[in-house]
């Protein structure tokens, strides 16, 4: 605990794109989460429950100080500095250094202290959680205390009951509001460390088997319009819904075509835009319309669509001097326009010619001497590199995140160098990760391919290369054994070592483990897992636990969901948090417009037909409509403080949800054949890619046939400053692909592969 410092939210760049993209799909917190889980697994291999005295750090003979000697001393010091004689004179006198050390010192250590005391308060309140369960008392409490205590909270909690009228899931009940709102969502009391979280029996029928009466208190969402209310009949309400979801998009898109037609996001409440990549990007590249494309076209938006293709494959310049996310531009732009290219039945080619264009760049961050991409590419002079935040590696998402669209780009150009490239990432993440069940860390080393931390998270850094384990598979028609594999053995592992259970709600979530320890804590990101446990079970009809994978799927939906029913804004936060295996608490209470559990609502509806599916999805839309619809101007904003009403517009209205949230609840409402799953996959983007059964080494066999001696490489041209790309290999594109050469690569870090067999490029870079 000593000694680690929570880096300070504006120390790191926002986002891979460039200081200029607030969000992004990492999400706002997500690189501090990651620098503050990195110093503590740092200080865990340092800390040996000693610590040197104040400053001697190399002293290796100081006497280690215990927690008790840091209390005196600082209490001490606070003592002799209060009692110091106070200045007899007018003039300003200069402060003696000794003192201006000592007050520095202490100042220090207080806060060393404080968190020490926070730290014991956390493990007094974990341990009487337990004893609550077994019935105990807490920690310097007799039974007849307890009892007393108990029987208090009951009463004042019947009494609050009494007064309500409503309720919710699983015996959660709400709390009235006064008419002026005020602050809500999920606080914890002061009582916490004594093992009371807001005491509501639950009902006999909700209890689980290892029930207490310990509840967390939530809140009854505000009521808000219903624009489809008074439409009573099934069919008609759906289609009104279906309805005002189109036409909201309808709103949003006239927005941003009215306020930043060409610029990369809307901000709706100022009437202005922002671009991507940093000041170089000038002109916008026009990520708001290439991301939207899909779901212009799935809504019958014909006309808009071919003004906004016409637009972006003649006028828009991808190519300014911009530094811009390899990851994002794949999943948003490739993935954007390969999707509108296959939707609109492959008649314009100007879409696929761009896609590649924009993806022959994107290719120079693969030049490394693993393979593994780094972060971030000059869109004009090529440049590439990864981050210091990021220790100079690639996060897990960015790399496994690319291989359906590389793949569906490599048979559209009958180019295989795309679908090379990521499949050698795929190669490399199955021999480092096969042994954990394909649980990878976020963070990879992009020379050595060697792990930069052992942090383990289906949120945010890693989330959609687990997405892409399934869906690779069903992109290939099911036709690659090893995707199989990789994608059973994982939702597996997650089933074994991740899912977690609060008490007393029964809360399924998905934990982190850092260096081997639990962290329970979920984020909005990872709430796509319900919909993988949903199409997994689909996908994988004959496992041995599909009758799980489907229960999974539904538990983890419904604890998503509820991040939004147990809001007075009916909202969710960014993460949650499940303190002592508790019921979850807020840990960042914004909302910037994600999709990922109506994606989940999504799956489970295609998959259950259950009604109560769409009844949640409107109950999110409508609440979304209520406070993050900006009237003035027809867009959608992101939203800070969703614990007050109404909260607090942040003015940012991110492509994806144009490209997601609203494609998502449109589908729910449409007919299946809308979007036909048993044709079609979607990428994390929410773009759909056509299925094909297919030979997945055919663009690579016909590549051969068509270019003898010729390797599938994409070699750029020198660039002063950039490493040139000199990768030779006389191996055939099949024999490279069946037997991939980073396999002969020990992955615990020696080198074991002959020398005979490695090149080297100009820089003396061995080029596996």
């Not at 909202?571 to 909302?591: C, H, I, K, T």
Request: aromatic letters at 10%; proline letters at 6%.
């Amino acid at each position: 605990i000593l000694g680690v410092v929570s880096p300070h939210k504006n120390n790191h760049p926002h986002h891979l794109a460039g200081d200029s993209n607030p969000q992004g799909r990492l999400g706002k917190g997500a690189l501090e989460r990651q620098a503050s889980i990195q110093a503590k697994s740092n200080a865990k291999k340092r800390v040996s429950g000693s610590i040197p005295l104040s400053g001697d750090t190399n002293n290796n003979n100081a006497h280690p100080m215990t927690f008790k000697d840091i209390v005196s001393f600082v209490s001490d010091q606070k003592q002799r500095l209060a009692n110091a004689p106070p200045s007899t004179t007018s003039a300003p006198k200069k402060e003696d250094s000794s003192t201006t050390v000592d007050k520095k010192v202490m100042d220090g250590l207080t806060a060393q202290v404080e968190g020490m005391h926070a730290s014991v308060d956390t493990i007094r309140g974990a341990v009487n959680q337990l004893r609550a369960a077994m019935g105990l008392p807490a920690l310097g409490e007799s039974t007849e205390e307890r009892d007393r205590r108990v029987q208090q909270e009951l009463q004042r909690r019947a009494e609050v009951d009494r007064k309500n009228a409503g309720g919710g899931q699983r015996g959660f009940q709400f709390e009235d509001q006064p008419d002026g709102g005020g602050r809500g969502g999920n606080p914890v009391p002061n009582d916490r460390q004594d093992g009371i979280v807001g005491v509501q029996p639950v009902p006999p029928e909700h209890r689980p088997d290892n029930y207490n009466p310990y509840a967390v208190h939530y809140q009854k969402p505000r009521e808000v319009a219903d624009p489809a209310e008074g439409v009573n009949d099934p069919d008609a309400r759906c289609a009104k819904q279906r309805d005002v979801i189109r036409n909201d998009f309808r709103d949003a898109w006239g927005a941003y075509k009215k306020y930043a037609w060409g610029k990369d996001e809307l901000k709706p409440v100022s009437k202005k835009w922002n671009n991507w990549g940093g000041k170089g990007n000038k002109k916008g590249m026009a990520l708001t319309a290439v991301d939207a494309l899909s779901t212009l076209y799935i809504m019958g938006f014909k006309s808009e669509f071919d003004e906004a293709v016409e637009y972006i494959t003649n006028t828009v310049d991808f190519f300014q001097n911009a530094k811009v996310s390899v990851f994002e531009f794949v999943i948003r732009i490739t993935g954007g326009l390969v999707s509108a290219y296959e939707l609109s039945g492959e008649r314009n080619p100007k879409l696929i010619e761009t896609a590649q264009r924009v993806t022959d760049t994107l290719l120079w961050a693969y030049n490394t001497t693993s393979g593994l991409p780094h972060q971030t590419v000059n869109m004009k002079n090529k440049r590439h590199w990864s981050s210091d935040w990021a220790q100079g590696g690639s996060f897990l998402s960015e790399m496994g995140t690319v291989q359906m669209e590389f793949r569906t780009l490599s048979f559209h150009t009958r180019n295989p160098i795309y679908d090379m490239r990521g499949s050698h990432v795929t190669d490399i993440l199955y021999a480092r990760c096969e042994a954990n069940g394909f649980l990878c860390p976020t963070t990879f080393n992009t020379h050595t391919a060697q792990a930069l931390d052992d942090h383990i998270t289906i949120g945010s850094l890693s989330d959609s290369y687990y997405e892409y384990l399934v869906k690779q598979y069903v992109l290939t028609g099911e036709t690659e054994p090893r995707y199989k594999k990789m994608a059973t053995d994982m939702l597996d592992a997650v089933i074994g070592r991740l899912l977690r259970y609060s008490n007393p709600g029964r809360q399924a979530f998905i934990s982190e483990l850092v260096d081997g320890d639990v962290d329970q804590r979920m984020d909005h990101l990872g709430c796509f897992v319900g919909g993988l446990f949903a199409l997994g079970a689909d996908t994988f009809p004959d496992h041995n636990q599909v009758k799980t994978y489907r229960r999974v799927a539904a538990d983890i939906t419904e604890t998503c969901y509820n991040m939004y029913a147990y809001q007075l804004s009916g909202l969710p936060p960014e993460s949650v948090n499940f303190p002592s295996g508790g019921d979850f608490q807020n840990a960042e209470p914004r909302y910037l417009l994600r999709p990922e559990v109506l994606e989940s609502i999504f799956y489970q509806w295609r998959a259950t037909k259950d009604p109560k599916y769409r009844v949640w999805a409107w109950n999110i839309y409508k609440h979304i409509r209520a406070y993050c619809r900006v009237p003035e101007t027809g867009g959608f904003t992101s939203v800070d403080q969703i614990t007050i009403i109404p909260p607090i517009y942040t003015d940012s209205m991110e492509s994806f949800f144009l490209a997601e949230t609203l494609k998502y609840l449109y589908l729910i409402f449409a007919d299946d054949d809308v979007l036909d799953l048993k044709k079609w996959v979607l990428n994390t983007e929410a773009h759909p890619l056509k299925i094909r059964r297919r030979d997945p080494l055919d663009v690579w066999r016909e590549w051969e046939r068509s270019h003898p001696g010729e390797p599938p490489l994409f070699l750029p041209p020198t660039i002063d400053g950039v490493n040139k790309h000199t990768e030779t290999d006389a191996m055939s594109a099949v024999r490279r692909r069946s037997q991939p050469i980073f396999a002969k690569v020990d992955f615990k870090g020696s080198d074991t592969v002959p020398a005979e067999e490695i090149d080297y490029n100009d820089m003396g870079e061995p080029q596996y």
